[in-house]
């Protein structure tokens, strides 16, 4: 079942900033576990030492990886889904291409300078577009309130009333 324009909202700043809150302790999580194995119980003892390869690859591959397969495979994070949410091509409400989605995580770099504004633009843009939203051309959206099936969509998203 496809939902009309009427079931649908742009999910706002908290609900996004929750998602990625989520997403962030999973993946310290992940990280803290998979170096522990690597490393052994010593890594906590100083975890900012150099600690070889597999400490940059677990530390800086790790994230992009999950963050882009998620995307990539269900539209969304487990921070997301937490939260009903879905990211959909801004133009058509479909499933946004691979190009769409490595542009959006490129783009969170752009949306912390200055100060974090381009999240925070989140705020006041009327499709609830972060800096990183508008370079890729997604948008994140979910059900209205009282559902929490995520949102699928077939055909292009309206333009919510100025």
């Known amino acids: 079942m496809t939902p009309n324009d009427a079931e649908i909202e742009y999910a706002g700043f908290w609900q996004r900033f929750g998602a990625m809150f989520l997403d962030s302790l999973l993946i310290y999580i992940l990280s803290l576990v998979l170096l522990?194995?690597?490393y052994g119980g010593i890594y906590l003892d100083d975890p900012t030492a150099y600690w070889g390869p597999a400490s940059l690859l677990i530390s800086y591959g790790l994230p992009p990886c999950l963050i882009l397969s998620f995307w990539i495979n269900?539209?969304?994070?487990p921070g997301k889904m937490a939260v009903a949410a879905t990211i959909v091509d801004a133009r058509t409400g479909g499933r946004p291409t691979t190009k769409q989605f490595?542009?959006?995580y490129l783009a969170y770099g752009?949306?912390?300078l200055p100060c974090f504004l381009g999240y925070l633009w989140i705020v006041f843009d009327r499709r609830k577009?972060?800096?990183?939203d508008k370079l890729a051309d997604t948008v994140v959206v979910r059900r209205k309130a009282g559902t929490t099936a995520q949102v699928q969509f077939?055909?292009?998203l309206s333009e919510p009333a100025a």
Request: charge should be positive; aromatic fraction near 4%; avoid cysteine.
């Open 36 to 38: 522990l194995v690597v």
């Open 74 to 77: 269900k539209s969304a994070t």
């Open 102 to 104: 490595v542009i959006r």
């Open 110 to 112: 752009l949306s912390t």
């Open 129 to 132: 577009q972060g800096w990183h």
């Open 154 to 156: 077939e055909k292009p």
